[in-house]
């Protein structure tokens, strides 16, 4: 078992990375793309009467198509952004303003990426009213919730399609429905989504989305909005009327190159891409479960993205698990971002107390990990709990004593 255990560390390059939920490696092709628009196309796409400008407006125009095609959208409906956290502000302020004189009421939920909460929560200084709905233990919303949360106030409804810490994924076709059917604009974040599972803003009746281009093996610092022609959406950014006057400023050229081959590469390999990481990743839970008692899986397993694993391991602290596994690349839930020490809102959402919230790990894996990298990780992990469990008699204890009744075991 030791001598598995060394060959495999010696064929690895280490640290592992498996923090795909916070960014992606940007995937060599990608690179590649971008390289020429450093250099010798350098022009500025706004540029209409000479080649410089012509040839990066072409390589613009193909990249809008590749990353519309990816969500099924019209490419003349995609406004590129700075990112997924500029595409929510520009979907939800947007939004609210261009409709102040039809209402002021937003339906978000609780478990959003903070790139949703603290634009509704500056809305609501501003004398928006925002309703946050309770998901249910799996980290699923009931669309029986939406259904009762809209007014005829109501001007926007906002759900992420998948969540960033337990890769939950929404029934967005059923809510996007239920707004329509009241007149409400339906805008969902899928920053998380996008290139990993199919997206159809079409057959799913989205009618404003985020996407961002680190999340599926593309650069940072660059993302899009969609927005359906006819929803009305006033711009953050005035300045040169670029993007048709919703986000003005000269184009990032190379960052939308890589964007554009990015969303090529996620659409030609979804399906088997995906279908390995599910392997990968219940390959990692089946391997972690099978070795350790005390854990549990956050978040629904079945409405879940293919390469998300969270999970909380009791009686530790995601702190100590992360210190512990110093080779690895992975998050926890305790503290959600570095300035705060709070327990993940995610979590706290789904009914974990805060001990159960603090002792989380969260897993995302991607596309350049392998099967030996996860096994490595299950063996580094089960061998950390099981000594940081040891010297501790109050856990012995709570273990022995394993039929007590739950309020009585020692996490
Ligand atoms: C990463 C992420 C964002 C922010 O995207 P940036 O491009 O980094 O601004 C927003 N929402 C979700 C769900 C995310 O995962």
Redesign the pocket.
Known sequence: RLRRSQLTRRQMDLPIYMDG???TRVDPRVIEAMLPFFGEYYGNAASRHHRFGWTVRDAVADARAEVAALVGAPARDLVFT???????NLAVKGVAEAARNRGNHIVTART?????LDPCARLEQQGMRVSYLSVGNDGVLDPAALEAAITPTTVLVTV?????EIGVLQPIAALARLARARGVAFHT????AAGKVPIDVEADGIDLL?L????LYGP????ALFIRHGVAVAPLVDGGGHEGGLRSGTLNVPAIVGFGRAAAICADEMPGEAARLSRLRDRLWDGIRRSLRGVTVNGSMRARLPHNLNISVDGLHGEQLLMGLDDVAVSSGAACTSASREPSHVLRALGLGDTRARASIRFGLGRFNTEAEVDYVIEKLCSLVTRLRAPTPVFDLAEDDRNLPPKWRVY
């Open positions: 939920h916070a960014t700075s990112g997924a956290t500029e595409s929510n959003e990426h903070r790139a949703i992420m399609m998948a969540n960033n974040d899928a920053a998380q985020s961002t281009a680190h999340k940072k610092g660059v993302g």
